[in-house]
Nanobody
């Protein structure tokens, strides 16, 4: 499975960005997906996750109410809509896929990772 994330960039505080991750190669039909991020000098942290059917989502407290995760199983993509961005959201964002249908919040629960896309929020 290869994952390609896109949509990162530079945005002012209060602005919005939409990240998209496309999967190719061997596709997993019943796979939960997630987004993580890693700021400079910090560990990778959980952002959001969505079940294989899309009926269950879970967010980190720091992004709850501002970010929305969604998926399109026909296109094999997962997206992260980020609104009301803050400077502390600045990080490299990674999409990930796990070989299970249920959501998860730990990095070791995921089996495949994208290369990351940089989001920079200026104050």
């Amino acid at each position: 499975v290869q994952l390609q994330a896109s949509g990162g960039g530079l945005v002012q505080a209060g602005g919005s960005l939409r990240l998209t991750c496309a999967a190719s190669g061997r596709t997993l039909s019943n796979a939960a997906k997630g987004w993580f991020r890693q700021a400079p000098g910090k560990e990778r942290e959980f952002v959001a996750t969505i079940s294989w059917s899309g009926d269950r989502t879970y967010y980190a407290d720091s992004v709850k109410g501002r970010f929305t995760i969604s998926r399109d199983n026909a296109k094999n993509t997962v997206s992260l809509q980020m609104n009301r961005l803050k400077p502390e959201d600045t990080a490299v964002y990674y999409c990930a896929v796990r070989k299970f249908i249920t959501t998860a919040t730990m990095t070791h629960d995921y089996d495949y990772w994208g290369q990351g896309t940089l989001v920079t929020v200026s104050s």
